[in-house]
C-alpha cells in the first residue's frame, strides 16, 4: 500500500505495520497507536495452508532483510513485508 503526502492509513488491532520510504525525500510522520488491553500480541492472519486466520510469529527470512509472518500451526510463510 502507497501512501501519498497528507494520506493517512490505519491498521486493525494485531494487523502487523511496517513504514518504508521508497521516495528520494526526508518523511515526516506521525505514528498513533494504542496500547491492548491485555496480555502479549496476538497476531492472527490467513493462512492458505490451514484454510483458516491462525495465529502467527513474526520471523526474519533466512534470505535476507525481509521480516515474515509464519503460521504457527503448520509453518507456513503467510505474509512477507520488506
Ligand atoms: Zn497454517
Request: contains cysteine; glycine residues 12%; negative net charge.
Amino acid at each position: 500500500m502507497a501512501v501519498e503526502s497528507g494520506e493517512l492509513v490505519r491498521f486493525a488491532p494485531g494487523e502487523y505495520q511496517r513504514g518504508v520510504n521508497r521516495g528520494d525525500e526526508r518523511v515526516v510522520a506521525l505514528a498513533l497507536g494504542a496500547p491492548r488491553e491485555s496480555g502479549a500480541l496476538d497476531l492472527q492472519r490467513d493462512c492458505e495452508n490451514c484454510g483458516e486466520r491462525t495465529p502467527n510469529s513474526i520471523e526474519r527470512a533466512p534470505d535476507g532483510e525481509a521480516l515474515v509472518t509464519v503460521c504457527e500451526d503448520c509453518g507456513a510463510e503467510t505474509g512477507r513485508f520488506d
